[in-house]
């Protein structure tokens, strides 16, 4: 089974709507869930990080985390043509200390 | 404040032989993580260095290896090339390892593309 588990996509909004972006993963003793965002031929970055259960936003951009669910959630308000991109979700593994990466969803947020 | 910078680039390898990467981290960071991405299995963790010393490795054969110098940078090595290696190998680095951060945080370098004819 796959450590973490993405929809890879790709998801189509409308500019302006709300892109929902999710995750799963395997392994319950994890506690630290990232998001990072990767352009078209660039390398990923990291946009949001999460470590309890509930929401966390900063700016448009709203993570949800469900440990019970074993699910994580990325939120894009007002999406704009720039979010266009594959996001990935990572979760630092609870038996090597590493972080694993989903395969990534594209959202492409067309104008 | 330079990134982390990957060389080479590109690089074209024909089955059988063997190739190395090099990565410089960001000033201060001590710790190397590699992943190989491909567009079928997304980002897969190779290995993680901190302080010279590997901490943990992926679920790759012994094909690949790698290193870390006493100034952070560190040099990836992949023997006996077969076709499936093509891929893009990431280098990323952070201050600390990520299992002592927690932050997640890991700074990508632009990575080296590999293909292996």
């Known amino acids: 089974q796959k450590e973490v588990e993405q929809n890879s996509g790709p998801l189509s909004v409308p500019e302006g709507a709300i892109a929902s972006l999710n995750c799963t993963y395997s392994?319950?003793?994890?506690?630290?869930f990232f998001w990072y965002r990767q352009y078209s031929g660039k390398s990923p970055e990291l946009i949001m990080s999460i470590y309890s259960n509930g929401d966390k936003e900063d700016g448009r951009f709203t993570a949800q985390l469900n440990k019970a669910s074993q699910y994580v959630s990325l939120l894009i308000r007002d999406s704009q043509p720039s979010d266009s991109a594959t996001y990935l979700c990572?979760?630092?593994?609870?038996?090597?200390?590493?972080?694993?990466f989903g395969k990534g969803t594209k959202l492409s947020v067309k104008p | 404040k330079a990134g982390v910078t990957q060389t080479p680039r590109y690089l074209i390898k024909t089955r059988g032989q063997q190739v190395t990467l090099s990565c410089s981290p960001i000033s201060g960071h001590r710790s190397v993580s590699w992943y190989q991405q491909t567009p079928g299995q997304g980002l897969q963790f190779l290995f993680e260095y901190f302080s010279e010393t590997q901490r943990n490795k992926g679920n790759f054969p012994g094909r690949f290896s790698g290193r870390q110098f006493s100034n952070s940078r560190s040099e990836m090595n992949v023997s006996t090339l077969e076709l499936g290696d093509s891929a893009l190998y990431l280098c990323?680095?952070?201050?600390?390892?990520?299992?002592?951060?927690?932050?997640?945080?890991?700074?990508f370098g632009e990575g080296s593309r590999l293909t292996v004819l």
């Open positions: 990323a680095s952070s201050r600390v390892g990520v299992r002592e951060s927690n932050t997640g945080e890991l700074f």
């Open positions: 990572a979760v630092i593994g609870g038996s090597q200390g590493n972080l694993i």
């Open positions: 392994d319950r003793v994890s506690q630290s």
